[in-house]
């Protein structure tokens, strides 16, 4: 999810950052970024000062195909004949990056080469933000959630003592189907006042939210959330905060013949028609 940034930042001179026209960059957002990804030499993957190797495979009608190597793990250690040694080891994980028009897919690999700290999207998200920041752009990489994780939450607090609020953070609109879902009120609120608005539902006179799961502006609101990646919180009274979004990301599976020898040419075709059927398959809303 892109954002502008109206601010000056210190990396940047004043007369550079001003020069920019930051609504022209919006419009252009997903061309800047393939500019970006297309820059091999330009293109380095950092996070916190280390930066991690990376190979692209494939670069084509705004889709990339590449394997991001930890170069920060623990080395292997491996033992022989009752002698122990340490070898370098920098496993790596598949990524791919839709970039075709009002697509913004990042899908990763789910393996052991990363771990939380940091995660491989973080290190995807402060790559780009860099990339991007000389046209006054940001970008957020956050995964997706399902939906029906609000209501298992939702059900089971209104078991007990009921809801005191719920917090729905929307994201700044870029993406219209995203839109779209927010509404035309709210979209023009974060344009205008430069902002991610969040709707707070506090129950009135100390008393439970009332959450209809019929109610087509809920469901609504719940899917924006869940599509941009934007964790809800849900109150219950009596006990601590819930953010929903954290226990159910989306995970969808990848043919393994993908996986398997990516620079191999005489497969390129049909490794591409895969990865493309398989991105068409990744839905805007997880149930």
């Not at 210190?10 to 022209?24: G, H, L, T």
């Not at 790596?92 to 009002?102: E, G, P, T, V, Y």
């Not at 506090?202 to 599509?227: F, M, Y």
Request: aromatic letters at 8%.
């Amino acid at each position: 999810m892109f954002r502008p940034v109206t601010e000056s930042q210190p990396e940047i001179p004043f007369e550079e950052f001003r020069a920019v026209d930051v609504q022209e960059s919006l419009n252009h957002k997903q061309e800047l970024t393939g500019a970006c990804l297309d820059d091999q030499e330009k293109l380095k993957f950092e996070f916190n000062g280390m930066e991690y190797d990376h190979r692209t495979y494939i670069r084509q009608g705004g889709i990339y195909v590449m394997r991001i190597a930890n170069n920060g793990h623990r080395p292997a250690k491996v033992e022989n004949h009752f002698q122990i040694a340490e070898l370098e080891n920098h496993p790596s994980s598949l990524a791919i990056i839709d970039n075709r028009k009002d697509r913004q897919v990042i899908a990763i690999e789910r393996n052991t080469a990363f771990g939380k700290d940091p995660a491989l999207y973080a290190i995807i998200q402060e790559t780009l933000r860099k990339a991007l920041a000389p046209r006054r752009l940001t970008v957020d990489v956050a995964p997706k959630f399902h939906t029906a994780e609000f209501w298992q939450v939702w059900e089971t607090s209104m078991k007990l003592k009921g809801i005191e609020y719920v917090d729905f953070p929307f994201a700044y609109p870029n993406l219209p189907a995203i839109s779209d879902m927010v509404g035309e009120y709210m979209t023009e609120i974060a344009r205008r006042t430069n902002s991610e608005p969040t709707l707070h539902l506090q129950g009135q006179n100390r008393e439970s939210v009332k959450l209809d799961p019929a109610d087509v502006w809920l469901l609504s609101a719940i899917k924006a959330c869940a599509a941009s990646g934007r964790p809800i919180l849900i109150k219950p009274r009596g006990t601590e905060v819930r953010k929903i979004g954290i226990e159910s990301p989306v995970l969808e599976e990848l043919p393994d013949a993908v996986l398997k020898e990516l620079d191999e040419k005489d497969l390129f075709d049909s490794r591409f028609q895969l990865i493309v059927e398989f991105l068409n398959a990744i839905k805007l809303v997880y149930e």
